[in-house]
């Protein structure tokens, strides 16, 4: 694990699963159906905006959501990365977003 990260975030938190003895994982994952196309993972990734709020206010990631790498663990981690960076950007970035007192 790379430790700058750890120092900037201070969220050093492993969890270990063991899926063979979860009942409720039941080994699923995402998959371009016949009539889909690569498109349908950027739609899923798309943040919902609130009506009421400048910017998006639900954000979304995981392997059903990575066009580049579907249905895998590094494709789950990246549109995480993707998604954090989106909301900090539109957070702390975007001239509308109001700032806190």
């Not at 003895?21 to 993972?41: K, L």
């Not at 739609?43 to 790498?69: C, D, W």
């Not at 998604?83 to 001239?95: R, T």
Request: glycine residues 6%.
């Amino acid at each position: 694990m790379d430790h700058t990260i750890c120092g900037l975030f201070c969220l050093c938190l492993q969890k270990v699963t063991r899926w063979r003895s979860d009942p409720h994982a039941r080994g699923s994952y995402s998959f371009i159906s016949t009539h889909a196309t690569g498109n349908d993972y950027d739609i899923l990734q798309k943040p919902v905006q609130y009506s009421e709020v400048s910017h998006p206010s639900i954000y979304f990631a995981g392997e059903h959501t990575n066009r580049m790498y579907p249905a895998s663990a590094h494709g789950a981690l990246l549109s995480g990365y993707w998604a954090a960076n989106q909301l900090y950007a539109d957070a702390f970035h975007n001239p509308s977003t109001p700032q806190s007192p």
